[in-house]
């Protein structure tokens, strides 16, 4: 045990670290540099200062949100657009807004955003238009940001919304390719699992399990999702399927533990843990937090964020992101579980 007691020392270090870089970070207005990027940089930012304490950095951040990126339909793109990745994952950087607003009781921004985003869902299958509001429900609907959106959805309080996008992935996970060793990440025309796309674009539709730097963020979030969806609900059913999206990673590469990627497959394992007790899933955590800790810079900071990004906002949502996960895979350790 000493082990492990020393490791999680050096995670609450690297936790208090990260939260006095990001607020280093701030401008007196509220707003995260640089401004023309818009919600790259500072969507999981009001999630990262709830949680760590800094409610009142986060409220400011907020009343800025308002004022300089919600429009008058709730979307969150206005003055700054999208940029990078969140042009094509739409309804992505908005839930990351909606879930920590709700944690910082900014209703204003929440439950407006929410009501946009709300409307990307597919009334058939309860999976989100990953293009956003142009889409027809022909187009693709995504693993990755249903699972933001259902997060999203339960801390609003949704259960209608957040049940449906958690059906709609125990579908994806029951319609696995019999080999088990692929997981198509998108569907369309309905839900048809897209595998035919363009060249490139591999990482983004379909995670291999025998190849380094697969997105196990994605099947990461639906389990978490998942698992706090069978908390809310009673449905232990949920939980059975959050384990089986993290036990389909875990027999992923030797870099599942190490890489950018893997934070939310961490920090899904130890919900998982904290809600059943065994000790595979919280082996698995704390494996995920050890290789966050080795990555992170000097300076307290996370240079690369889970979902690609070559912009130069990149390290304020790679910092977020891994304050999030640090802290909530450390909070979900200590839970002895019934």
């Given amino acids: 045990m000493g082990v492990i007691a020393t490791d999680r020392s050096a995670s609450k270090q690297a936790a208090i670290k990260a939260i006095k870089w990001l607020i280093r970070q701030q401008n007196d207005d509220g707003s995260f540099q640089p401004l023309a990027e818009g919600m790259a940089g500072f969507h999981k930012v009001p999630y990262a200062l709830a949680l760590s304490g800094q409610s009142g950095r986060g409220a400011r951040l907020c009343t800025w949100i308002v004022d300089n990126s919600l429009d008058d339909d709730g979307d969150l793109g206005a003055t700054f657009g999208r940029h990078g990745l969140f042009e094509r994952y739409y309804g992505y950087a908005p839930a990351w807004v909606i879930a920590g607003a709700q944690r910082l009781g900014q209703f204003g921004l929440s439950r407006r955003a929410w009501d ?15 293009a956003g509001p142009d889409a027809s429900l022909e187009d693709e609907q995504d693993i990755l940001g249903t699972a933001a959106a259902g997060l999203a959805a339960l801390y609003i309080g949704d259960e209608r919304a957040a049940t449906e996008a958690g059906d709609f992935l125990v579908r994806r996970w029951e319609n696995l390719p019999s080999t088990g060793e692929k997981m198509y990440l998108m569907v369309r025309r309905g839900e048809e699992p897209v595998r035919v796309y363009g060249e490139g674009l591999d990482d983004e539709y379909v995670l291999t399990l025998d190849e380094p730097g697969q997105w196990y963020f994605v099947p990461g979030l639906a389990a978490g999702f998942l698992a706090r969806l069978a908390e809310a609900t009673g449905e232990r ?26 934070g939310f497959f961490g920090w899904a394992a130890s919900i998982i843990y904290a809600s059943t007790g065994n000790v595979n899933y919280q082996r698995i955590a704390e494996n995920v937090v050890q290789g966050m800790v080795a990555r992170q810079a000097p300076d307290g900071s996370w240079p690369e964020p889970a979902l690609p990004s070559e912009l130069a906002s990149a390290r304020t949502d790679g910092t977020a992101e891994g304050l999030i996960v640090v802290m909530e895979t450390l909070d979900n350790l200590e839970v002895v579980a019934s």
Wanted: include cysteine; proline fraction near 5%; charged fraction near 20%.
């Fill in 116 to 130: 946009f985003i709300g409307s990307l869902q597919h009334p058939d299958t309860g999976g989100f238009l990953r």
């Fill in 237 to 262: 059913s949920y939980m059975h399927v959050a384990q089986e999206y993290v036990d389909f990673c875990e027999g992923g590469h030797e870099d599942r533990y190490t890489g950018p990627r893997s």
